[in-house]
């Protein structure tokens, strides 16, 4: 075979191998189907021109990122307010216990009343536990003068043009501590004015509720004898106080304030007791039963103190 008759054998094949695939033309639905792009493994990027559906957008995950920051923000900056505020809190609580520690009543000159010839009686315990009942037998059989530190608050907001007013209201409504400055001043008025009537013995209730008013009190007016500390059950004292304010018209005799006055004679007025407890000075009641049965020992207290038999 010649070479031209070689190549012309070979030449169509070699045409059909090389030569540009002719496009077939689909009907409209394959050719619209044919066109969408495929991913064919997840970690492809996306198609451009074509929006995802069904993820955040940039902005709404920018967004969301800001208010987390800002809430971290806020909230660690409140932690450390916090922390600041406890630090300090508990460096004043160092300070007067301190002061309460070193303070001794037989080292004061300095006083408004003579403590030789003046008795002061202080009578503690939580809100309902019956100090003001047992300061009126009190008064009644062995001539105390009772003074009441909440009455005296109370009275002192109703008087007109008193620049207290509000302040105390606010104080007895949210079981809050009256400045012991303003219950003081209050407190050696009265007692000023019976002593100038010729009564010597005092009882008061209800004072001191904080150390810093205990100091104050006696290192100015007058040391206390001892401490009358009526122990009664939460529980007692909250039935008795829900019923007393049926008809007592108190902004304080209600169940809010009531559990804020509880939580308040914990957190500051029981150490008060504590310290006079170092002293020698309180003397522990129960009041869990009758009022009847509950003075008879505390008449015996005060038979003992003041050798007399009422």
Same mark, same amino acid.
């Given at each position: 075979?010649?070479?031209?008759?070689?190549?012309?054998?070979?030449?169509?094949?070699?045409?059909?191998?090389?030569?540009?695939?002719?496009?077939?033309?689909?009907?409209?639905?394959?050719?619209?189907?044919?066109?969408?792009?495929?991913?064919?493994?997840?970690?492809?990027?996306?198609?451009?021109?074509?929006?995802?559906?069904? #993820?955040?957008? *940039? &902005?709404?995950?920018?967004?969301? $990122?800001? /208010?987390?920051? +800002?809430?971290?923000?806020?909230?660690?900056?409140?932690?450390?307010?916090?922390?600041?505020?406890?630090?300090?809190?508990?460096?004043?609580?160092?300070?007067?216990?301190?002061?309460?520690?070193?303070?001794?009543?037989?080292?004061?000159?300095?006083?408004?009343?003579?403590?030789?010839?003046?008795?002061?009686?202080?009578?503690?315990?939580?809100?309902?536990?019956?100090?003001?009942?047992?300061?009126?037998?009190?008064?009644?059989?062995?001539?105390?003068?009772?003074?009441?530190?909440?009455?005296?608050?109370?009275?002192?907001?109703?008087?007109?043009?008193?620049?207290?007013?509000?302040?105390?209201?606010?104080?007895?409504?949210? #079981?809050?501590? *009256? &400045?012991?400055?303003?219950?003081? $001043?209050? /407190?050696?008025? +009265?007692?000023?004015?019976?002593?100038?009537?010729?009564?010597?013995?005092?009882?008061?209730?209800?004072?001191?509720?904080?150390?810093?008013?205990?100091?104050?009190?006696?290192?100015?007016?007058?040391?206390?004898?001892?401490?009358?500390?009526?122990?009664?059950?939460?529980?007692?004292?909250?039935?008795?106080?829900?019923?007393?304010?049926?008809?007592?018209?108190?902004?304080?005799?209600?169940?809010?304030?009531?559990?804020?006055?509880?939580?308040?004679?914990?957190?500051?007025?029981?150490?008060?007791?504590?310290?006079?407890?170092?002293?020698?000075?309180?003397?522990?009641?129960?009041?869990?039963?009758?009022?009847?049965?509950?003075?008879?020992? *505390?008449?015996?207290?005060?038979?003992?103190?003041?050798?007399?038999?009422?």
């Amino acid at each position: 075979m010649s070479l031209r008759a070689s190549i012309s054998c070979v030449a169509p094949a070699l045409r059909s191998a090389t030569a540009r695939p002719s496009t077939r033309i689909l009907p409209v639905k394959h050719r619209l189907l044919s066109t969408t792009p495929v991913r064919r493994f997840s970690s492809e990027a996306p198609p451009s021109g074509k929006k995802q559906s069904g #993820g955040p957008s *940039v &902005p709404a995950l920018l967004a969301v $990122a800001s /208010l987390g920051f +800002a809430s971290y923000y806020i909230l660690v900056h409140t932690r450390k307010r916090q922390d600041l505020v406890k630090s300090k809190s508990a460096t004043a609580d160092k300070v007067i216990e301190q002061k309460a520690a070193a303070f001794d009543p037989k080292d004061v000159t300095d006083l408004t009343f003579n403590s030789a010839s003046t008795h002061h009686l202080a009578l503690t315990g939580g809100p309902g536990a019956g100090k003001g009942t047992q300061s009126e037998f009190l008064r009644r059989d062995y001539g105390f003068v009772h003074l009441s530190a909440g009455d005296l608050l109370r009275d002192e907001q109703k008087r007109p043009n008193s620049e207290y007013s509000e302040m105390i209201q606010n104080c007895l409504k949210n #079981g809050l501590i *009256v &400045p012991h400055r303003v219950t003081i $001043a209050l /407190l050696e008025n +009265a007692m000023r004015e019976a002593v100038q009537a010729g009564k010597t013995r005092f009882l008061i209730d209800g004072f001191p509720r904080k150390i810093d008013q205990a100091i104050e009190f006696e290192s100015v007016v007058v040391p206390s004898r001892f401490v009358l500390y009526f122990e009664c059950p939460e529980e007692e004292m909250l039935k008795r106080l829900l019923n007393r304010g049926k008809t007592s018209g108190r902004v304080d005799d209600n169940l809010e304030s009531i559990k804020k006055r509880f939580q308040t004679f914990i957190d500051t007025s029981y150490p008060v007791i504590e310290a006079y407890e170092k002293q020698g000075k309180v003397h522990s009641i129960s009041c869990a039963n009758s009022p009847d049965v509950v003075y008879g020992k *505390v008449k015996k207290i005060f038979n003992e103190l003041f050798n007399e038999n009422v």
